[in-house]
Structure formats: structure tokens, C-alpha cells
T-cell receptor
Framework: GAVVSQHPSRVICKSGTSVKIECRSL??????MFWYRQFPKQSLMLMAT?????????EQGVEKDKFLINHASLTLSTLTVTSAHPEDSSFYIC??????????????FGPGTRLTVT | GENVEQHPSTLSVQEGDSAVIKCTYS??????FPWYKQELGKRPQLIID???NVGEKKDQRIAVTLNKTAKHFSLHITETQPEDSAVYFC????????????WGAGTKLIIKP
């Protein structure tokens, strides 16, 4: 149980276009989802925390107008990178909390999305 | 806010030897400490975790120790195998911070055959 999927796994887009990444909890209801970005040879950097039905909370330095997060249901959160530029190229990973699974602290991670902006 | 420091950044050990990775944290409110293994291009994989009411936890070749007073915790891998080669991350979390994970910088573990 506690499976999180992410789509697409890889995407290449042109500079100036927008890209949407979906994160789904397949077999549980995720009250909280997290979005991370990871650059090569670096740690995961938390971008934002989203709770179902409410606005996402963005970390300092993350532009909320550029990285649009929607958590419209208990099983789906989306991250839209608007007007993407080459410096947005990164590995984007989502995770979800599933308090009903037993450990309220544990996060279940999606497989990640490799975004390349040309 | 919480800050997690992780050392060393790279660790090379002979196959069969033990590996130890150490982390320190700053926020005494943190009470959950997971360790993740990440292979290149893959998601982080939880390998072991510990809550603040426990000092040590073991799962086969992997163990984690926690010293709340000193605010540090360590990952111990015994009898290392080539498949243990990966990047390992420690993290800290608390209910007060909405269960956000604060990550260490990572340790690249290399197992030499």
C-alpha cells in the first residue's frame, strides 16, 4: 500500500512554455502533499506544502506565480511550471502523507519527473 | 528553523566493512528521524527511521542510533555489499512544522569490491 505515482516521468519543453506535473496517491487519501526539487548531486529542496482544498504554502525563495500548485482532491496534486526557462531544469519529486497508514510522519514519494527546458 | 547537517559527504569502504554516517539537528522539537537511500535518477527510499522516544533501532544490517541530548543521530550499515552503493540522506521532522522533512546534504557511499 501507500503508492504514489507521478506523470510524466520525463518531459522536454521549450523555453517560455508551461509544463504540468501530476502526483497521485493510488491507494490512500493524502491529506498533505509536498513538492521537492532536486538538482544534480544535491539534496531535496522543499518547494511547497499543499493540503487538500487549500492554498499551498511555499518555501522562501520559491515563486508561487511561477510554480502553481493545485491540490484539488485527496488523491491528486499538480505542479505547473509556468514560462519555464533552462534554469528550471531539474528533478521534481512529490510526496504524500498518509496518516491513516499508521505513521503520521512518513512520506511516500513519487518516482520523480525529470524536466529539461531547452 | 530546523537545520540538519550530515557528514561525511563521501564515504568509501571496503566490501564487508561497516559504514557510519552522522547527522546533527538543531531543533529540539524534532522527533522523527528517517534515513533514505537514493539511487541515481530514482526516488528516495526509506530504509529505516526512528522516533525520539527510542534510542536505537535495528533492521538486519542497518541500524540507527539517536542521542536526543546531543541532537545527533547516526546510520550504521554492517557487512556492506556492492548494492549498498548509493546516496544516503538523513532528515528530521516534527509535528510542529507540519511534518515537513528537513534534509541533510547527503552522503555518497561507495563500496569497493
Amino acid at each position: 500500500g501507500a503508492v504514489v505515482s507521478q506523470h510524466p516521468s520525463r518531459v522536454i519543453c521549450k523555453s517560455g512554455t508551461s509544463v504540468k506535473i501530476e502526483c497521485r496517491s493510488l491507494d490512500f487519501q493524502a491529506t498533505t502533499m509536498f513538492w521537492y526539487r532536486q538538482f544534480p548531486k544535491q539534496s531535496l529542496m522543499l518547494m511547497a506544502t499543499s493540503n487538500e482544498g487549500s492554498k499551498a504554502t511555499y518555501e522562501q525563495g520559491v515563486e508561487k506565480d511561477k510554480f502553481l500548485i493545485n491540490h484539488a482532491s485527496l488523491t491528486l496534486s499538480t505542479l505547473t511550471v509556468t514560462s519555464a526557462h533552462p534554469e528550471d531544469s531539474s528533478f521534481y519529486i512529490c510526496s504524500a502523507r498518509a496518516p491513516g497508514q499508521g505513521n503520521p510522519y512518513e512520506q511516500y514519494f513519487g518516482p520523480g519527473t525529470r524536466l529539461t527546458v531547452t | 528553523g530546523e537545520n540538519v547537517e550530515q557528514h561525511p559527504s563521501t564515504l568509501s569502504v571496503q566490501e564487508g566493512d561497516s559504514a557510519v554516517i552522522k547527522c546533527t539537528y538543531s531543533d529540539s522539537a524534532s522527533n522523527y528521524f528517517p534515513w533514505y537511500k537514493q539511487e541515481l535518477g530514482k526516488r528516495p527510499q526509506l530504509i529505516i527511521d526512528i522516533r525520539s522516544n527510542v534510542g536505537e533501532k535495528k533492521d538486519q544490517r542497518i541500524a540507527v542510533t539517536l542521542n536526543k541530548t546531543a541532537k545527533h543521530f547516526s546510520l550504521h550499515i554492517t557487512e556492506t555489499q556492492p548494492e549498498d552503493s548509493a546516496v544516503y540522506f538523513c532528515a528530521a521532522s516534527s509535528m510542529d512544522s507540519n511534518y515537513q522533512l528537513i534534509w541533510g546534504a547527503g552522503t555518497k557511499l561507495i563500496i569497493k569490491p
